[in-house]
């Protein structure tokens, strides 16, 4: 069964340093996301990517936050100047098409800051 | 009102229990509904989408009522592996009209017990 993957799971990283995390959604899926999990807190969107731009963003996904398709399959989240606030896993997820299809999550990328 | 609401549980159960989630969204916009399952430290996996008609899938039983705003998970004779925190969901069209987006209750966690 296709999956979404994620890297790396693990990232420890100073404040103030830049971040990459990296997903490869499933191949032939058009719609992206990234949410975040703050340890205890719920499931919080970020950020939807169509069409190689960015459809929709929240108030969390401020100017030190952008999103890029480099190539065909991968999907990235950058974090240009990590805070302490921003360790949280972060899931990438992805589906199909344009109707109510399923979001599939990945595994997650687990951000600790320091 | 917080967009997403669910019972904060925790939930102990025994082994073939049967126990009820509920869910209330605030949005009327909201569109389609999801009850996701989230192991520790894992990512939502999608556990069953929810119809009007309400729906059915072996021992596990979803219920939507759109006047009322609410949405139920059942999960009848309850094993052990059972044992996750039950998140719900709603999609709905973003403001743009050009994707959805996936907002989640915080969970209850549901342990079942030998």
């Known amino acids: 069964e296709p999956e979404v993957t994620q890297t790396p799971s693990h990232q420890v990283t100073q404040m103030g340093q830049e971040v990459i995390l990296r997903c490869v959604p499933i191949?032939?899926?058009?719609?992206f996301y990234w949410y975040r999990q703050i340890l205890g807190q719920k499931v919080e969107f970020l950020v939807s990517?169509?069409?190689?731009?960015?459809?929709?963003k929240s108030e969390i996904f401020d100017d030190q936050f952008s999103v890029e398709r480099p190539d065909g399959s991968n999907f990235t989240l950058k974090i240009r100047s990590t805070k302490l606030e921003d360790s949280a896993m972060y899931f990438c997820?992805?589906?199909?098409?344009?109707?109510?299809?399923?979001?599939?999550f990945g595994p997650g990328t687990r951000l600790l800051v320091l | 009102r917080k967009e997403v609401e669910q019972d904060p549980g925790p939930f102990n159960v025994p082994e073939g229990a049967t126990v009820a989630f509920n869910c209330t969204y605030s949005n009327s916009a909201s569109q389609s509904f999801f009850w996701y399952r989230q192991d520790c430290r894992k990512e939502p996996k999608l556990l069953m989408s929810v119809y009007s008609s309400g729906n059915e899938d072996g021992r596990f039983t979803a219920q939507l009522n759109r006047a009322s705003q609410y949405i139920s998970l059942l999960i009848r004779d309850s094993k052990l592996s059972d044992s996750a925190t039950y998140l719900c969901a709603v999609n709905r069209w973003n403001s743009g009209g050009s994707n959805y987006k996936l907002t989640f209750g915080k969970g209850t966690l549901l342990t079942v017990n030998p």
């Open positions: 191949s032939n899926h058009l719609y």
């Open positions: 997820a992805s589906k199909s098409g344009t109707g109510m299809e399923t979001q599939y």
């Open positions: 990517f169509y069409n190689n731009e960015i459809s929709e």
